[in-house]
């Protein structure tokens, strides 16, 4: 899994439209195949191909938007670097190695 990152919309748009797109071009190659057999069949397919193509539209945007939105906020205090946390040496508690 790779690392989150920041929200594009553009990029939102275009792999949202690609996921569509793909659903669409497997139905598309089963409608037509089974449009030879029965053609009240092959129009149920082509509902059924427009339904996942909106919902894997849908499913594609959420996962995007999820993983942005998990994103570490770098500039919140006590945001942690390579598991460093630069803001340790204010905090009173956080005094480990000091002698009293």
Do not use: C, W
């Amino acid at each position: 899994m790779s690392a989150p990152r920041q929200l594009s919309y553009g990029r939102l748009a275009v792999l949202s439209v690609l996921a569509a797109g793909a659903v669409m071009l497997v139905g598309l190659v089963i409608i037509v195949i089974v449009a030879q057999f029965s053609p009240i069949a092959a129009l149920i397919l082509a509902l059924l191909t427009l339904v996942g193509a909106v919902a894997a539209m849908g499913i594609t945007a959420n996962r995007l938007v999820e993983r942005a939105l998990s994103a570490p906020d770098e500039d919140a205090p006590g945001h942690t670097v390579a598991g460093r946390d630069d803001h340790a040496h204010n905090d009173p508690e956080h005094k480990h190695n000091e002698k009293e």
